[in-house]
């Protein structure tokens, strides 16, 4: 089903859920709070500031995309709306915000994921020659051991076997039934990314060397819901 937005809804729920953060180290410094609405390629930003708005901006990996023009900005009661357009489904962005008397904040968004923010944690994995475990829970944050798995066969959607990280379906131990599943793809060199059957997608990378020799490693997990 197409998703339409009516432009006075959204700003009403904007409105409510609009995030105030500090203004930097200036507590004379008005609040700034951003809210922020996707589709697929869009991004409505609602903004309320006690001052006068300076300058709002898109900005990606570090690195500001572009000025958004102020006039284009839609005012219902003290929000005030922009539409920006273009974006790529799945990217982060950022928007910063600036006011008059040193007013700033800033909100990072996915373009097609408004309900929940993508999160990275660490966890520690290592194959057959490890004394890790090598069952990973991407819906629990958690890696589980041999004597484990079973237990815990309903979170456990990967596995890792000391190189690479598979489906726990492919999981070559006899003595593990399996009953989540994902789909994996990737290599050491660039990262694996995932699509669990408990709702979840994301990447996973090494965050360093094998750190005993024996296939044990620290991974970056980052994750959202599907």
Do not use: H
């Amino acid at each position: 089903m197409k998703k339409v937005f009516n432009l006075s809804v959204i700003l009403a729920v904007l409105a409510s859920a609009l995030t105030f953060t500090s203004c930097g180290e200036d507590e004379d410094a008005p609040f700034v709070g951003i809210a922020v609405e996707t589709t697929a390629t869009n991004a409505i930003v609602a903004v309320t500031c006690d001052n006068d708005l300076t300058a709002v901006e898109l900005w990606q990996d570090g690195s500001k995309l572009k000025n958004i023009d102020l006039k284009s900005g839609q005012e219902v009661g003290n929000v005030t709306s922009f539409t920006i357009p273009g974006l790529t489904t799945g990217a982060k962005y950022v928007v910063k915000v600036t006011c008059d008397g040193n007013g700033a904040g800033e909100k990072e968004f996915t373009v097609g994921n408004t309900t929940t923010e993508a999160e990275t944690f660490q966890l520690t994995v290592g194959g057959s020659n490890s004394s890790e475990g090598s069952y990973i829970s991407i819906s629990n944050k958690a890696v589980y051991k041999t004597t484990e798995a079973n237990a815990n066969a309903a979170a456990i959607e990967i596995v890792f076997d000391g190189t690479t990280f598979k489906s726990a379906t492919e999981s070559t131990n006899s003595a593990f039934t399996a009953v989540a599943s994902a789909t994996v793809s990737g290599d050491a060199a660039n990262g694996w990314s995932f699509e669990t059957s408990t709702g979840y997608k994301g990447t996973i990378k090494f965050a360093g060397e094998d750190k005993d020799g024996k296939g044990t490693y620290d991974i970056n997990v980052t994750r959202s819901a599907k």
